[in-house]
């Protein structure tokens, strides 16, 4: 009979280094080895797709964490929009488990936490595989996007942009030094320092509404050890497609898995 996978989940905190609590779920299999998952912009560790792949993977033996960034969902902080702040908290959330004797055997990020798990990997190198999914290749295009074509003249002259819903709602802020931040942030750049030993998988929707699917062509380019799968038909939120999204990232990271145990034997 199926372990139920609810049996073993456990919240959790984690101090980042600016002190603030990150707040995320352990699904436990006892595994040394373990996954960590990345939320996306403006969502959090119980997106759909966080809790899909996290019982996936615990149904297989492998244990996952998904987590909160700063700002976000359960955890402390304030919302800023700033990918290598997030891959620093991806840092404390690794360093943690390093030092309570489990092998982080792979990162995988949704939307922008696709983004981060690159630049984390590109920053730090001491992971052996990254799972991109449905990262954004060209962070100005995003910006222009969401903010508008004026969005450094806007910026200079109040310091500050307030993003309001499509309801007129005010949604978040960003602030002059977070919008540098971003277009200091060079993906093609970042992608060039991944080490060559660090196998990546990058997943995207051919029908993603939010973010071109051209740019998984992109990191496809210039990423030495990668491994590019379009899902036909799938949007950003890979409604009506997990399955087929799981079926592709479970044999990865099994394999990765499989590999590290031949490597060390």
Known sequence: MAQNPAAMQQKMTILNKHNEKLVGVLHET?????????????????????????????????????????????????FQINYFREAGDLRAVIDYFTGANRTVVAILGHSKGGDVVLLYASKY?????????????DLKRGIEERLGKEFLE????????????RKGEFDFKVTKESLMEILKTNMHEACLSIDKRCRVLIVHGSADELVPV?????????????????????????????????????????ECLQHGKNASE
């Open 30 to 78: 006892r595994s040394t080895e373990i996954v960590v998952l990345c939320h996306g912009f403006l969502s959090s560790k119980e997106y759909n797709i966080m809790f899909i792949i996290a019982n996936a993977l615990q149904s297989e033996g492998i244990s996952a964490f998904r987590f909160d960034f700063a700002g976000s969902g359960e955890s402390e902080g304030s």
């Open 214 to 254: 051209e740019g998984a062509l992109e990191f496809a380019k210039i990423i030495s050890n990668n491994r590019l799968q379009i899902i036909e038909g799938a949007t950003h939120g890979y409604t009506s497609h997990e399955a087929e999204l799981v079926s592709v990232i479970l044999p990865f990271i099994k």
């Open 125 to 137: 190198q001491d992971i052996p595989a990254v799972v991109s999914v449905s990262g954004r290749f």
């Open 154 to 165: 806007r910026i200079e002259k109040d310091g500050y942009i307030d993003v309001k819903t």
